[in-house]
Antibody, heavy 119, light 110 residues
Framework: EVQLLESGGGLVQPGGSLRLSCAAYGFTFSKYGMSWVRQAPGKGLEYVSR????????YYADSVKGRFTISRDNSKNTLYLQMNSLRAEDTALYYC????????????WGQGTLVTVSS | QTVVTQEPSFSVSPGGTVTLTCGLSSGSVSTNSYPSWYQQTPGQAPRTLIY???TRSSGVPDRFSGSILGNKAALTITGAQADDESDYYC??????????FGTGTKVTVL
Protein backbone atom coordinates (compact mmCIF):
# COMPACT_ATOMS: atom_id res chain seq x y z
CA GLU A 1 0.00 0.00 0.00
CA VAL A 2 1.37 3.39 -1.01
CA GLN A 3 1.79 5.79 1.91
CA LEU A 4 3.19 9.30 1.96
CA LEU A 5 3.88 10.90 5.33
CA GLU A 6 4.78 14.59 5.43
CA SER A 7 6.49 16.27 8.36
CA GLY A 8 8.40 19.43 9.20
CA GLY A 9 5.64 22.01 9.13
CA GLY A 10 5.20 24.64 11.80
CA LEU A 11 5.18 28.33 12.65
CA VAL A 12 7.98 30.43 11.20
CA GLN A 13 8.58 34.16 11.01
CA PRO A 14 8.60 36.03 7.70
CA GLY A 15 12.02 35.71 6.09
CA GLY A 16 12.68 32.45 7.89
CA SER A 17 13.35 28.95 6.61
CA LEU A 18 11.79 25.52 6.99
CA ARG A 19 12.45 22.09 5.52
CA LEU A 20 9.60 19.73 4.81
CA SER A 21 10.06 15.97 4.48
CA CYS A 22 7.89 13.29 2.92
CA ALA A 23 8.60 9.65 3.75
CA ALA A 24 7.38 7.24 1.08
CA TYR A 25 6.32 3.62 1.52
CA GLY A 26 4.87 0.87 -0.59
CA PHE A 27 6.47 1.54 -3.99
CA THR A 28 9.90 1.74 -5.62
CA PHE A 29 10.57 5.37 -4.75
CA SER A 30 13.41 5.98 -7.18
CA LYS A 31 11.26 5.05 -10.18
CA TYR A 32 8.74 7.84 -9.76
CA GLY A 33 8.71 11.58 -9.95
CA MET A 34 7.35 13.38 -6.92
CA SER A 35 5.59 16.68 -6.41
CA TRP A 36 4.73 19.24 -3.74
CA VAL A 37 1.28 20.85 -3.89
CA ARG A 38 0.03 23.44 -1.44
CA GLN A 39 -3.33 24.82 -0.37
CA ALA A 40 -3.68 28.12 1.45
CA PRO A 41 -6.49 28.25 4.03
CA GLY A 42 -9.84 28.35 2.24
CA LYS A 43 -8.16 28.47 -1.18
CA GLY A 44 -7.53 26.12 -4.10
CA LEU A 45 -4.66 23.80 -4.92
CA GLU A 46 -1.36 25.22 -6.17
CA TYR A 47 1.29 23.10 -7.87
CA VAL A 48 4.57 24.11 -6.23
CA SER A 49 7.36 21.89 -7.50
CA ARG A 50 8.28 18.52 -8.91
CA UNK A 51 11.36 16.35 -9.25
CA UNK A 52 12.14 13.41 -11.49
CA UNK A 53 12.78 9.94 -10.11
CA UNK A 54 16.55 10.29 -10.37
CA UNK A 55 16.49 13.79 -8.95
CA UNK A 56 18.21 15.04 -12.05
CA UNK A 57 15.51 17.51 -13.07
CA UNK A 58 13.47 19.89 -10.98
CA TYR A 59 10.67 22.33 -11.77
CA TYR A 60 9.10 25.19 -9.81
CA ALA A 61 6.09 27.47 -9.90
CA ASP A 62 7.02 31.10 -10.50
CA SER A 63 5.70 31.97 -7.03
CA VAL A 64 8.46 29.97 -5.31
CA LYS A 65 11.27 29.95 -7.86
CA GLY A 66 14.55 31.05 -6.30
CA ARG A 67 13.27 30.55 -2.75
CA PHE A 68 12.27 26.87 -2.57
CA THR A 69 14.41 23.83 -3.43
CA ILE A 70 13.03 20.35 -4.00
CA SER A 71 15.30 17.36 -3.50
CA ARG A 72 15.14 13.66 -2.73
CA ASP A 73 17.22 10.94 -1.08
CA ASN A 74 16.38 7.69 -2.85
CA SER A 75 18.40 5.69 -0.30
CA LYS A 76 16.01 6.93 2.39
CA ASN A 77 12.83 6.98 0.27
CA THR A 78 12.33 10.59 1.28
CA LEU A 79 11.36 13.76 -0.56
CA TYR A 80 12.26 17.21 0.72
CA LEU A 81 11.25 20.83 0.22
CA GLN A 82 13.66 23.45 1.51
CA MET A 83 11.80 26.72 1.90
CA ASN A 84 13.75 29.96 2.37
CA SER A 85 12.78 33.63 2.53
CA LEU A 86 9.28 32.62 3.60
CA ARG A 87 6.42 35.07 3.18
CA ALA A 88 2.96 35.30 4.69
CA GLU A 89 1.51 34.12 1.37
CA ASP A 90 3.41 30.83 1.73
CA THR A 91 1.10 29.90 4.61
CA ALA A 92 -0.59 26.70 3.48
CA LEU A 93 -1.06 22.99 3.92
CA TYR A 94 1.71 21.34 1.92
CA TYR A 95 0.94 18.00 0.29
CA CYS A 96 3.46 15.52 -1.03
CA UNK A 97 2.19 13.60 -4.08
CA UNK A 98 3.50 10.72 -6.14
CA UNK A 99 3.47 11.20 -9.87
CA UNK A 100 1.61 8.57 -11.87
CA UNK A 101 3.98 6.67 -14.09
CA UNK A 102 5.58 8.67 -16.87
CA UNK A 103 2.71 11.05 -17.36
CA UNK A 104 1.68 14.33 -15.82
CA UNK A 105 -0.62 13.65 -12.92
CA UNK A 106 -0.53 12.76 -9.23
CA UNK A 107 -1.88 9.37 -8.25
CA UNK A 108 -1.25 9.24 -4.49
CA TRP A 109 -1.31 12.00 -1.91
CA GLY A 110 -0.14 12.46 1.66
CA GLN A 111 -2.29 14.10 4.32
CA GLY A 112 -0.26 17.30 4.34
CA THR A 113 1.81 19.34 6.78
CA LEU A 114 0.82 22.87 7.79
CA VAL A 115 3.20 25.78 7.35
CA THR A 116 2.28 29.08 8.98
CA VAL A 117 4.36 32.17 8.25
CA SER A 118 3.60 34.87 10.76
CA SER A 119 5.31 37.22 13.18
CA GLN B 1 0.71 34.05 -17.10
CA THR B 2 -1.84 31.48 -18.25
CA VAL B 3 -4.73 30.85 -15.87
CA VAL B 4 -6.63 27.55 -15.78
CA THR B 5 -10.28 28.38 -15.39
CA GLN B 6 -13.15 26.37 -13.91
CA GLU B 7 -16.72 27.25 -13.05
CA PRO B 8 -16.87 28.48 -9.41
CA SER B 9 -19.87 26.34 -8.52
CA PHE B 10 -22.50 23.95 -9.79
CA SER B 11 -25.63 22.52 -8.26
CA VAL B 12 -27.01 19.14 -9.32
CA SER B 13 -29.99 17.07 -8.20
CA PRO B 14 -29.46 13.56 -6.86
CA GLY B 15 -29.40 11.24 -9.87
CA GLY B 16 -28.74 14.13 -12.22
CA THR B 17 -25.85 14.83 -14.56
CA VAL B 18 -23.36 17.69 -14.38
CA THR B 19 -20.40 18.57 -16.59
CA LEU B 20 -17.53 20.61 -15.20
CA THR B 21 -15.06 22.25 -17.57
CA CYS B 22 -11.41 23.25 -17.43
CA GLY B 23 -10.11 25.85 -19.85
CA LEU B 24 -7.17 28.13 -20.50
CA SER B 25 -7.23 31.92 -20.35
CA SER B 26 -5.14 31.78 -23.50
CA GLY B 27 -5.30 28.84 -25.88
CA SER B 28 -7.03 25.48 -26.05
CA VAL B 29 -6.88 22.37 -23.91
CA SER B 30 -6.00 19.18 -25.78
CA THR B 31 -4.91 15.67 -24.90
CA ASN B 32 -1.36 17.06 -24.94
CA SER B 33 -2.34 18.97 -21.80
CA TYR B 34 -2.75 15.57 -20.07
CA PRO B 35 -5.84 16.76 -18.17
CA SER B 36 -6.44 15.14 -14.79
CA TRP B 37 -9.19 15.66 -12.24
CA TYR B 38 -9.21 15.57 -8.44
CA GLN B 39 -11.97 15.49 -5.86
CA GLN B 40 -11.50 17.09 -2.46
CA THR B 41 -13.84 17.13 0.52
CA PRO B 42 -13.26 19.50 3.45
CA GLY B 43 -10.36 18.47 5.67
CA GLN B 44 -9.23 15.72 3.32
CA ALA B 45 -6.40 15.31 0.87
CA PRO B 46 -7.29 15.35 -2.83
CA ARG B 47 -8.39 12.10 -4.43
CA THR B 48 -7.41 11.35 -8.02
CA LEU B 49 -10.40 10.67 -10.27
CA ILE B 50 -9.29 10.93 -13.92
CA TYR B 51 -5.93 11.15 -15.69
CA UNK B 52 -4.75 11.40 -19.30
CA UNK B 53 -8.04 13.07 -20.22
CA UNK B 54 -10.35 10.08 -19.78
CA THR B 55 -8.73 7.26 -17.77
CA ARG B 56 -10.39 6.56 -14.43
CA SER B 57 -8.11 6.02 -11.49
CA SER B 58 -8.35 2.72 -9.65
CA GLY B 59 -11.55 2.37 -7.63
CA VAL B 60 -13.28 5.41 -9.14
CA PRO B 61 -16.93 4.72 -10.01
CA ASP B 62 -17.86 4.77 -13.68
CA ARG B 63 -20.31 7.61 -13.10
CA PHE B 64 -17.22 9.84 -13.39
CA SER B 65 -15.94 10.35 -16.93
CA GLY B 66 -13.46 12.66 -18.59
CA SER B 67 -13.31 14.10 -22.09
CA ILE B 68 -12.33 17.03 -24.27
CA LEU B 69 -15.31 19.24 -25.14
CA GLY B 70 -14.44 21.85 -27.72
CA ASN B 71 -11.37 23.63 -26.42
CA LYS B 72 -11.73 22.53 -22.80
CA ALA B 73 -11.29 19.44 -20.67
CA ALA B 74 -14.47 18.18 -19.07
CA LEU B 75 -15.49 16.03 -16.11
CA THR B 76 -18.99 14.59 -16.22
CA ILE B 77 -20.77 13.10 -13.22
CA THR B 78 -23.70 10.94 -14.36
CA GLY B 79 -26.19 9.91 -11.69
CA ALA B 80 -24.85 12.22 -8.99
CA GLN B 81 -24.91 10.97 -5.43
CA ALA B 82 -24.88 12.86 -2.15
CA ASP B 83 -21.24 11.97 -1.46
CA ASP B 84 -20.20 13.57 -4.76
CA GLU B 85 -20.67 16.91 -3.02
CA SER B 86 -17.06 18.16 -3.07
CA ASP B 87 -14.60 20.55 -4.62
CA TYR B 88 -13.22 19.44 -7.97
CA TYR B 89 -9.90 20.55 -9.47
CA CYS B 90 -8.38 19.97 -12.86
CA UNK B 91 -4.64 19.89 -13.52
CA UNK B 92 -3.10 20.71 -16.89
CA UNK B 93 0.43 20.20 -18.14
CA UNK B 94 1.79 23.42 -19.65
CA UNK B 95 5.05 22.07 -21.02
CA UNK B 96 8.62 22.64 -19.82
CA UNK B 97 7.90 20.55 -16.75
CA UNK B 98 5.22 22.85 -15.39
CA UNK B 99 1.67 21.86 -14.41
CA UNK B 100 -1.06 24.20 -13.17
CA PHE B 101 -4.23 23.50 -11.21
CA GLY B 102 -7.53 25.03 -12.14
CA THR B 103 -9.38 27.42 -9.88
CA GLY B 104 -11.71 24.67 -8.66
CA THR B 105 -15.46 24.01 -8.81
CA LYS B 106 -17.65 23.48 -5.77
CA VAL B 107 -20.38 20.93 -6.53
CA THR B 108 -23.50 20.85 -4.40
CA VAL B 109 -25.93 17.92 -4.61
CA LEU B 110 -29.44 18.92 -3.59
Amino acid sequence: EVQLLESGGGLVQPGGSLRLSCAAYGFTFSKYGMSWVRQAPGKGLEYVSRITGSGGSTYYADSVKGRFTISRDNSKNTLYLQMNSLRAEDTALYYCAKRGGTTHYCDYWGQGTLVTVSS
Amino acid sequence: QTVVTQEPSFSVSPGGTVTLTCGLSSGSVSTNSYPSWYQQTPGQAPRTLIYNTDTRSSGVPDRFSGSILGNKAALTITGAQADDESDYYCLLYMGSGISVFGTGTKVTVL
